[in-house]
């Protein structure tokens, strides 16, 4: 079965930064794009990254303004999320998505690390 | 930017009604659109791919339709376990992507 587990969110106080991971399983990580998704408490959800499966197409949210950097591991089967720079309204849950093979739906999701930015 | 207005924000049915979930872009997206489910403290499950492409393991009361600017999600005779919210993902600006606001169904 194919499993996403996140972790590495935790309280940061502005200004801080937070790497987060995302183990993959169940499936030939290194065939799949990968994107991180958010979800500030009571809010909807706000796409953050996307990463092809060789890492050589990377986009972001515009709203990141170049604080966080999406990266994987393929031989570790790692995708992760570096964050800088944290600001208060960065406080979310975060997911890994895998996005379909050939296809642009996301098509499996972990269930979420939170991270709160708050001093 | 692609925006997705979903509407209405609360949707309120009964056992066994039909219920519709609206998604509106802000441009032509063709069917480049996907309907997610999230339960309350749970993960999004993506339902319909590209409009109204079904999904192995969702219920087949599940349904989606349009093109263009204006989709539809439809649960034919909804059920307890239903109790969620619905966002719409338009992909026609990949890689980079766009949620609609959600909507959530709430049982009589």
């Known amino acids: 079965d194919v499993q996403l587990v996140e972790s590495g969110g935790d309280l940061v106080q502005p200004g801080g930064s937070r790497k987060l991971s995302c183990a993959a399983s169940?499936?030939?990580?290194?065939?799949?794009?990968m994107h991180w998704v958010r979800q500030a408490p009571e809010k909807g959800l706000e796409w953050v990254a996307y990463?092809?499966?060789?890492?050589?197409?990377?986009y972001y949210a515009d709203t990141l303004k170049g604080r966080f950097t999406i990266s994987r591991d393929n031989p570790k089967n790692t995708l992760f999320l570096q964050m800088t720079s944290l600001r208060s309204d960065d406080t979310a849950m975060y997911y890994c998505?895998?996005?379909?093979?050939?296809?642009?739906?996301?098509?499996?999701w972990g269930q979420g690390t939170s991270v709160t930015v708050s001093s | 930017d692609i925006l997705l207005t979903q509407s209405p924000a609360i949707l309120s049915v009964s056992p066994g009604e039909r219920v519709s979930f609206s998604c509106r872009a802000s441009?032509?997206?063709?069917?480049?659109i996907h309907w997610y489910q999230q339960r309350t403290n749970g993960s999004p499950r993506l339902l319909i791919k590209?409009?109204?492409e079904s999904i192995s393991g969702i219920p087949s009361r599940f349904s989606g339709s349009g093109s263009g600017t204006d989709f539809t999600l439809s649960i034919n005779s909804v059920e307890s376990e239903d109790i969620a919210d619905y966002y719409c993902?338009?992909?026609?600006?990949?890689?980079?992507?766009?949620f609609g606001g959600g909507t959530k169904l709430e049982i009589k």
């Open positions: 441009q032509n997206i063709g069917t480049s």
């Open positions: 169940g499936f030939t990580f290194s065939n799949f794009g």
């Open positions: 990463i092809s499966s060789g890492s050589s197409i990377i």
């Open positions: 590209y409009a109204s």
């Open positions: 998505a895998r996005s379909g093979y050939g296809s642009s739906e996301m098509d499996y």
């Open positions: 993902q338009q992909s026609n600006s990949w890689p980079t992507y766009t």
